[in-house]
């Protein structure tokens, strides 16, 4: 059970979560998505904290991203206007630590059916590899899209693939998430 500071709070907040692989445009897509709807957005809590490391994530480090991830999202919810954009989520803590060392966090496996989000915008991976510090797997896009699918088909989460590039990728992304206000029922999981 996580502390009661990380609660999931009762909300009619719906939660947006733009997921997908590294260098796919998520910040981006995030800050944009925010900006469009007058509501607020959640970063990604790891690129913070793995920006302050002197040496590869641990495993302790994961879990301390997953807790981090959570109380971000927390403490931004209230301050949303209908729509709370979330730049990932916490399963991005599971699907590194299944890469890197074989298993998931069990704090993130409990907590993965207890918080669902509304929609998911599952960002393709036909924008140019851009070079950060922080990423890690440009031949392995194809690899970790394919992860993504499976998350979350195991999840059952409702999810739309967003493509194209500039204009056309946001229009996609704002034309999927104002079809989910007025159908959300319409919604494959």
């Known amino acids: 059970m996580l502390n009661s500071?990380?609660?999931?709070?009762?909300?009619?907040?719906?939660?947006?979560?733009?997921?997908?692989?590294?260098?796919t445009g998520k910040s981006?897509?995030?800050?944009?998505?925010?900006?469009?709807?007058?509501?607020?957005?959640?970063?990604?809590?790891?690129?913070?904290?793995?920006?302050?490391?002197?040496?590869?994530?641990?495993?302790?480090?994961?879990?301390?991203m997953f807790y981090g991830q959570l109380a971000l999202e927390s403490e931004l919810l209230p301050k949303a206007s209908k729509i709370l954009i979330c730049d990932t989520t916490f399963i991005t803590v599971k699907i590194w630590s299944d890469y890197t060392f074989g298993k998931s966090p069990q704090e993130v496996l409990d907590e993965l059916p207890r918080r669902p989000y509304d929609l998911y915008l599952l960002l393709n991976i036909d924008l140019p590899w851009e070079e950060d510090p922080l990423r890690d797997f440009p031949h392995m896009r194809a690899?970790?899209?394919?992860?993504?699918?499976k998350e979350l088909h195991a999840l059952n989460a409702p999810y739309v693939l967003i493509s194209g590039t500039g204009t056309e990728r946001y229009n996609s992304a704002v034309a999927a998430i104002d079809e989910f206000l007025i159908r959300p029922s319409k919604f494959p999981t």
């Open 5 to 23: 500071e990380i609660e999931h709070p009762t909300s009619d907040i719906l939660k947006i979560a733009i997921v997908g692989p590294e260098s």
């Open 28 to 64: 981006t897509m995030s800050a944009y998505l925010a900006k469009h709807y007058n509501t607020v957005w959640v970063p990604e809590f790891a690129r913070g904290y793995c920006e302050k490391l002197t040496a590869p994530p641990t495993w302790q480090d994961e879990i301390n």
């Open 143 to 149: 690899h970790f899209m394919d992860v993504w699918y």
